[in-house]
């Protein structure tokens, strides 16, 4: 049997019910592991992940069924419930094209490209084991600095993104006019993040400065999670919204 990559999570001598253990452990889950995102694993495959019984399995799913985090359809498995589904697009847009959309006249520079050890949320996310190419974009207009992006790829594909490229060429365009890769979905979640010193000497703000991030992860047709990004601004230099289908649309000032 494969190793139970979660039973550490678990205290089987606990006063809490072990199929409580694990309901709960699944909705931490939710939105944030590429497995969890809109359909979970298999009964079987859960089983093997927590080192558990089908029977306690299927208790944790059941209890989270009842409280519509998750929905359990016969003959077609459990999938995750309206209220807790992540924003999904169909199409994705660089931060560039957003951008020009508006009217503006942007800048894009490379910041930073090399190889390096990737957070273990994107090791998470693009089922990684080794190190990701990683690429920091900075973008301004005649007003000054707009946004920085930051990019994580597997390192299967370094070879195809050259500094060069990367420098002149949006990660959007990368993927569907360079790789030819041909978009499945993407899952964007929006929250803060704290101005590394990097980024905020770009932005001419304050290490430690709070940051409106817009999270991507790509998942492109036979090839899996693909691509791993973040958008950081300022407050009030974008607002954006998700549709009731899961489209962001970016509104207000840019």
């Not at 951008?99 to 957070?119: F, I, N, V, W």
């Not at 992860?217 to 950081?232: D, F, K, P």
Request: aromatic residues 8%; neutral net charge; proline residues 5%.
């Amino acid at each position: 049997m494969p190793h139970a990559v979660f039973s550490s999570d678990l205290d089987p001598n606990g006063p809490t019910p072990l199929y409580l253990q694990v309901g709960h452990h699944i909705s931490g889950l939710i939105g944030k592991d590429s497995r969890f995102m809109d359909r979970l694993p298999s009964e079987a495959e859960l089983c093997q992940m927590y080192g558990v019984s089908r029977i306690t399995v299927r208790q944790a799913l059941s209890y989270l069924a009842e409280r519509d985090v998750v929905v359990r359809q016969h003959g077609r498995g459990t999938f995750v419930g309206a209220l807790h589904r992540p924003g999904r697009q169909q199409t994705i847009h660089s931060f560039f094209e957003i951008l020009a959309g508006k009217g503006l006249s942007p800048e894009m520079t490379l910041l930073d490209y090399r190889m390096r050890q990737p957070p273990e949320e994107v090791a998470k996310a693009l089922s990684l084991k080794d190190d990701a190419l990683f690429i920091r974009r900075g973008y301004r207009s005649e007003q000054g600095p707009l946004g920085v992006t930051e990019v994580f790829y597997p390192a299967s594909l370094v070879r195809m993104v050259t500094p060069e490229l990367a420098g002149r060429t949006t990660s959007t365009s990368i993927l569907q006019d360079i790789f030819k890769f041909r978009i499945s979905h993407a899952d964007v979640s929006i929250g803060l993040s704290r101005a590394s010193q990097n980024v905020a000497e770009w932005l001419k703000v304050d290490p430690g400065t709070a940051l409106m991030r817009i999270k991507r992860v790509t998942t492109c047709v036979g090839q899996g999670a693909c691509e791993y990004s973040r958008l950081l601004v300022t407050e009030g230099t974008a607002d954006f919204r998700i549709t009731a289908e899961g489209e962001m649309l970016s509104e207000g000032a840019l």
